[in-house]
């Protein structure tokens, strides 16, 4: 059988994403155990909260190495919200904030910084659309389907460009009074913005197309 | 491309049961909070709202298995307020399987409740759930109250509003007592009022009471719609509010 690990570094909840995941047909763990996370055929980083909180029970399991060694592997990951955020290169959270905690640089597995969104209401929370590129696999059989978001934070700016033998990130994109990242497909890397565990049916038939490629 | 404005359903819960009459079409037990979210769910919720209001502390563990239970089959976002005191019982609902937790009183007797909840799981999942009623006392015109509208809490509830933001709720759950059980319309001077002070996402709720009622409340600045008892007695559907909204160029799931 086919198993799922959810790597446990924080509070928050996280058996939404075990059962949405279980009812696609596979075992799930949610567990903080290095080896667990190193071995599962896909693991999923969930993250809700403060980036720099986030970070720091991120660095306590060792997250970047265990990430950096799958992916090296081409094992499979999805980063779900601040699980997706903290891919990128850092985040312009401790602006906003008391700055104590200082724990703002991601693990730069893509270019970017996570900015705060510009919107009159934030967070932006709630049922949204997305404009995935054709060939997205996370996206098949989605076509005009709304997704669950809530976050205050987001990638603005996709500079990342193809080169050489590298193929190009698939992204998909969002509006909320400005474009963001809403989705990433590169490789055995996939994150999305959104929260495919609370996204009903449509959610929960991404999550299989997650799994259908383990 | 846009955000749908929401429509949420609340479930009084105590002990485990939904109280106040339901009477929902096909259910084989109308007094189980899951079965009814699980329709509801289907019926196009986009969220629901559980209010624990059992007296009883020893109630909770009960609770706590029904949010266990419905995070199981609902995947959608689950809000649960009701005796919600300290940052472990905000803790233990969202590892049950609470996406966001609802604080009312316990806020207003401490709000560093608030801070500190919003601190350690992010402000994104902490709901100041307020019930407001008028008051020639407050300078607001209106005040916060506690024990569901019956005590003042004594503070001006705009000004309570401005405190828990900034302290760090994501989201108000704005019920008005006035409107509350009228089923005259949702209480727009209150919604007006609490837009114009606060920029996160507001959850109006009291007065609906037929589907012309919504769309005035979105029109004074609401992010999402809750009712209660218009839903659970089947005298508007879920679809019918949306469409309502829709027919005025409001996005809607």
């Known amino acids: 059988m086919t198993d799922v690990v959810i790597l446990d570094y924080g509070s928050g909840n996280l058996r939404s994403a075990q059962r949405a995941l279980e009812s696609t047909g596979v075992s799930v763990t949610v567990t903080s155990d290095f080896e667990a996370a190193l071995n599962a055929d896909g693991l999923v980083v969930p993250g809700v909260g403060a ?15 265990i990430i950096e060694r799958r992916l090296a592997g081409g094992k499979a990951v999805l980063g779900i919200c601040v699980g997706m955020q903290i891919m990128f290169d850092s985040s312009t959270e401790h602006l906003d904030t008391d700055g104590e905690q200082a724990n703002w ?34 996206f098949a059989g989605l ?11 987001a990638v603005t700016r996709w500079t990342l460009k193809p080169e050489g033998a590298f193929r190009a990130p698939l992204v998909t994109w969002t509006n909320y009074e400005q474009d963001f990242v809403a989705a990433v497909e590169n490789g055995p890397l996939w994150a999305t913005q959104f929260h495919p565990e609370k996204s009903g049916p449509a959610g929960l038939r991404l999550l299989q197309n997650w799994v259908d490629t383990l | 491309m846009s ?28 007094g189980d909070p899951v079965e009814l979210a699980r329709a509801y769910g289907q019926a196009g919720a986009d969220e629901l709202v559980f209010l624990d209001i059992s007296a009883s502390s ?21 809000t649960v307020g009701g005796g919600v005191r300290t940052p472990e019982d905000v803790d233990r609902l969202l590892r049950s399987g609470a996406d966001k937790v609802g ?23 902490i709901v100041l759930s ?15 109250t506690t024990h569901g509208g019956r005590q003042s809490s004594g503070r001006d509830a705009l000004e309570w509003i401005v405190e828990a933001v900034e302290r760090g709720a994501g989201e108000i759950l704005l019920n008005s007592m006035d409107a509350d059980g009228t089923k005259a319309g949702f209480d727009i001077e209150l919604i007006t009022k609490v837009r114009a002070a606060v920029n996160v996402p507001i959850i109006a709720s009291g007065g609906a009471g037929k589907v012309e009622d919504f769309y005035p409340a979105v029109q004074a ?19 019918e509010v949306k469409s309502e909204l829709s027919s005025h160029n409001v996005v809607v799931r």
Not at chain 1, 51 to 65: D, E, K, W
Not at chain 2, 3 to 30: E, Q
Not at chain 2, 64 to 77: G, K, N, Q, S, Y
Request: aromatic share 8%; with cysteine; net charge neutral.
């Open chain 1, 105 to 138: 640089t991601g693990i730069s597995q893509w270019p970017g910084v996570v900015e705060k969104l510009q919107a009159k209401v934030l967070p932006h929370m709630g049922w949204n659309t997305v404009t995935s590129p054709e060939q997205s696999l996370m």
């Open chain 2, 58 to 78: 020893s109630n909770r563990e009960t609770t706590l298995e029904m949010v266990r239970r419905a995070a199981d089959e609902i995947f959608i976002p689950l």
């Open chain 1, 143 to 153: 076509e005009n389907e709304r997704f669950y978001f809530v976050h205050t934070y």
């Open chain 2, 130 to 144: 307020v019930d407001v009623r008028r008051s020639t006392d407050a300078a607001s015109g209106f005040e916060a």
């Open chain 1, 51 to 65: 980036f720099s909180a986030c970070m720091t029970g991120f660095n306590s399991v060792r997250g970047a190495q």
């Open chain 2, 3 to 30: 955000l749908a404005l929401r429509v949420i359903p609340c479930l009084d819960v105590d002990n485990g049961r939904v109280v106040k009459g339901v009477n929902f079409a096909n259910l084989r037990d109308a």
């Open chain 2, 103 to 125: 604080i009312n009183t316990a806020g207003l007797a401490n709000p560093d409740l608030i801070s500190e909840a919003s601190r350690r799981f992010g402000n994104q999942c």
């Open chain 2, 221 to 239: 600045g609401a992010n999402a719609l809750l009712a209660a008892s218009v839903f659970h007695f089947g005298q508007i559907t879920i679809a």
